[in-house]
Nanobody
Framework: QVQVAESGGGLVQAGGSLRLSCAAS????????MRWYRQVPGKQRELVAG???????DYVDSVKGRFTISRENAKNTVYLLMNSLKPEDTAVYYC????????????WGQGTQVTVSS
């Protein structure tokens, strides 16, 4: 079993920055992909960014050039640095951790609220 905990959300003005953190604990060995998703009420959860254990990254088009995902494998931690935030980035941000021996859907955190005011 893997526990996932996000932190770092909050309220920020448009144009500002936030850094989200996500730490995986428990049977967190063999973590492969770590991803950030976000969800707005009434809409589907959206994949924002992902990073493999080798450091390959991918982003949704709407955040390219503004968000940066990174990870510290030794700490089983993934970060999401969000710059030039826009009101449309407002959402609950969720971390998902995928391990080789875990469920196909991966492990989810509880989410952290990010609110960007205009």
């Amino acid at each position: 079993q893997v526990q996932v905990a996000e932190s770092g959300g909050g309220l920020v003005q448009a144009g500002g920055s936030l850094r989200l953190s996500c730490a995986a604990s428990g049977s967190a060995s063999r973590i492969n992909v770590m991803r950030w998703y976000r969800q707005v009420p009434g809409k589907q959860r959206e994949l924002v960014a992902g990073i493999t254990s080798a450091g390959s990254t991918d982003y949704v088009d709407s955040v390219k050039g503004r968000f940066t995902i990174s990870r510290e494998n030794a700490k089983n931690t993934v970060y999401l640095l969000m710059n030039s935030l826009k009101p449309e980035d407002t959402a609950v941000y969720y971390c998902n951790v995928w391990t080789q021996l875990g469920p196909q859907s991966g492990y989810w955190g509880q989410g952290t609220q990010v609110t960007v005011s205009s």
